[in-house]
Structures are given as structure tokens and as C-alpha cells.
């Protein structure tokens, strides 16, 4: 075809979008959802992260919070990078490890927003998964570097793809300065993979993950 490659698109199937763990997320993330909206206070006091929260010696709030969303927006916004992009990093790496980068960019970045709104003197609490969606997408552009995905009408490669995502994101929240904090997650992320593969002495191969197909340059997750 004169030197054309032709392309399929194909919506990845929903064994490969629900991974046990991105399962697991989004099912507590709905429950969280449910909570706030039928106990604001508890969740507010209790589950979101404060300052006044962690000083306080509630610690576990630097978990529980990417688990709550105050809106049904915020829910299905981030539970569609979370089933997107998650699912992809999943069956990349399998769940254990998975589940560690959820932890890890929840800990780090809630204790950011305790730090942040202390020294501001703000009592606002954090809520939902979206320090998280940030680095899910940092570690999508690492894992799949030189690897181009469709978007909107052409391609871009992962690494790319990521930081114009965050890029528009940083405009997008520009306004609201205190939300910036969330985006903390995509460099978090990236320092905690560099880190791995430091430790490991080298960059691992990447393997494919079962049942991904590759058709020249492009990824196909179904």
C-alpha cells in the first residue's frame, strides 16, 4: 500500500479493562462515592485528608481519601483513566506491583496536601483518586516510551502523550492553585519507577502483556 501501514482500532476487551486491581479500586471508589454522599461528615472527618487530620494523628487519611470522590464527576472522570490506563500498567506489571504505585502516589501526595494547606493556613480536605491518575499516566509514558498511542486524530508517542496531558492539566487547574498539589502524583511516580529500575541495576525489558499484540510501532490492548 504504497509503504502505508493500514491500522485497526479495537476498544480493548472488558477482561483486560477490569484487572483485579483496578477492579478492586473502583469498586471501593463507588462505595466511597456512596459514603460521602450519605455520610458527608464521616467522610469529611474521617476518610478525606486534612491537616488538621494528619497532625491529628489520623493518619491512615493519606490512604482513604483517593477512595472518596465528592462527586459523581470527579468518580467517572478519574474511574476512566483509572480503567484506561491502570488496566495497561496492571497486566504490564501484575498487581502487587501495581497496587504499590497506587500506595505509594496516595502516601506521598496526601501527606503534600496536609503539608500544603497547613503552612497556607487552609482547612481544605482532599478527596479522590486524581494524584493517582497523574501517576498512572507519568509511568504509562516511562513503561511505554517510543510506543505511539492514537489521539484525537493522530498519534503521539507514550512520553509525549504524558506530558500533554499533564501540560493541559497544569492550565486547566492554573486557577485554583491548591488543586496543583494533585498533580504532584505524575513526578512522584516517575521518581518512584526510576528508583526500581535503579535499584535493579538496569531498565527491565519490558515483556508484552498476555494477549497484547504490537503491530509496528503501535500498542494494541486488545
Not at 91 to 117: I, M, N, Q
Amino acid at each position: 500500500m504504497n509503504g502505508m501501514q493500514q491500522m485497526q482500532v479495537a476498544l480493548p476487551s472488558p477482561r483486560k479493562l477490569f484487572t483485579p486491581g483496578v477492579t478492586g479500586i473502583l469498586i471501593a471508589s463507588v462505595v466511597g462515592l456512596l459514603v460521602h454522599a450519605f455520610a458527608p461528615g464521616f467522610a469529611t472527618d474521617i476518610l478525606g485528608v486534612s491537616a488538621d487530620g494528619v497532625v491529628g494523628g489520623r493518619l491512615w487519611q493519606v490512604v482513604t481519601y483517593a477512595f472518596v470522590h465528592d462527586s459523581a464527576m470527579m468518580l467517572v472522570f478519574n474511574g476512566m483513566m483509572i480503567l484506561f490506563i491502570g488496566s495497561i500498567i496492571e497486566r504490564e506489571w501484575r498487581t502487587a506491583s501495581f497496587l504499590t504505585l497506587w500506595f505509594v502516589v496516595s502516601v506521598v501526595c496526601g501527606f503534600l496536601w496536609a503539608g500544603v494547606t497547613l503552612v497556607a493556613g487552609s482547612d481544605a480536605v482532599g478527596f479522590g483518586a486524581t494524584a493517582c491518575c497523574y501517576g498512572f499516566i507519568s509511568t504509562l509514558g516511562l513503561l511505554y516510551r517510543g510506543t505511539r498511542f492514537f489521539m484525537f486524530f493522530g498519534t503521539v508517542e507514550a512520553q509525549h502523550l504524558a506530558l500533554i496531558l499533564i501540560a493541559i492539566s497544569i492550565i486547566m487547574n492554573i486557577m485554583a492553585p491548591l488543586t496543583l498539589v494533585w498533580i504532584a502524583g505524575a513526578p512522584v511516580a516517575y521518581l518512584y519507577v526510576k528508583a526500581i529500575w535503579s535499584r535493579a541495576g538496569k531498565r527491565p525489558a519490558r515483556t508484552k502483556p498476555r494477549g497484547t499484540r504490537s503491530r509496528g510501532d503501535f500498542v494494541d490492548i486488545d
